[in-house]
């Protein structure tokens, strides 16, 4: 079936020496995988491997078997242009760390217009702001909504927050937890948006502690997840 459809890149993998394994989370249909014969090698060509970088948004016109085999793209073209994501080191160090986050946590093959419409936004905020630091951690609680595991927020008087739960709770269990000092910095990104990005302060030893805790709530409720590679580089760029 041919499908004209927006897409966003979550990866690209050479394949052989001219070829390109690209997955990418389109608006028709969910997560898709295609396969680019030749594009790598071919000067002349439409599809261009500048086009498929980590969370670029594109429009795209595919074909989709629907047999959970590669699919094929037969033209494409920039939806949004960014500005800054690609050319500033630190958001391209965040784009390269949430690209992974995204594809190790995306795996449904349908439709998901809230989802997409989430990623889009994000995006675009991100490539028109400054850099926060603590921009790739709101982004990944607020992700959790649309992956079905968003805190529950009941009870957030409660001194500890039970990751394997996903719920706030007044006396420690033997699950991983969240407590003390972070829990504060934890609370203080629930329910709030990115344009009150500016008003979270925390410590650089805090970040990097919360991000390792909302890396293990990942770990612990999308099936098959797999830690970030790219962790080591952001860490370094937050320094």
Known sequence: MQVTTK????????YGDTSLIVKALTASDGLKSYLLKGVMGSKKGKLKPGYFQPLMQLEILAYHKNKGTLESIREVKVAVPYKTLHTDIVKNSIVLFLAEMLGNSIH????????FNYLEYAL???????TNSNFHLLFLLN?????????DTSFQNAPFFDLQEGSFC????????????????????LGTDFDVLHTKQLTKSNRRELLKMVILYFRLHVHGFREPKSLAVLNAVFQ
């Open 7 to 14: 897409a966003i890149v979550l990866s690209s993998l050479k």
């Open 108 to 115: 449904e093959e349908e439709q998901d217009k809230s989802l």
């Open 143 to 151: 992700l959790t909504k649309y992956l079905g595991f968003y805190p």
């Open 124 to 130: 675009l905020w991100l490539d028109e702001h400054p």
């Open 170 to 189: 007044k006396t420690p269990s033997l699950n991983p937890l969240i407590q003390n000092e972070l829990l504060n910095d934890f609370k203080g990104f």
